[in-house]
């Protein structure tokens, strides 16, 4: 999992997580990476508006962030 965020932040690419909060809490996020850690990392978050720090043990699921390109016919 650290890879692959690694990899996003070198990229410079958004990422959704799936992200278990100390209570339990399951919350679905988009971030910005900005800084890792050997077990955290910040993010700016787009659900919050702000910049963040989050546990890597408790990333459940982490994909680069797919975006649409409109098309005009």
């Known amino acids: 999992m650290k890879e ?3 990899k996003a932040m070198q990229r ?3 990422v959704d ?3 278990m909060s100390k209570s339990g809490e399951i919350s679905k996020r988009r971030v910005k ?5 050997s077990d955290s990392f910040q993010a700016y ?10 546990i890597l043990d408790n ?5 680069p962030a797919m975006h ?3 098309e005009v016919i």
């Open 12 to 14: 410079n690419q958004l």
């Open 4 to 6: 692959q965020l690694l």
């Open 59 to 63: 990333v459940l699921a982490a994909i």
């Open 68 to 70: 649409r390109e409109r």
């Open 45 to 54: 978050c787009f659900l919050k508006n702000a910049k963040r720090t989050f």
């Open 17 to 19: 997580l799936m992200y």
């Open 33 to 37: 990476l900005i800084k890792m850690t």
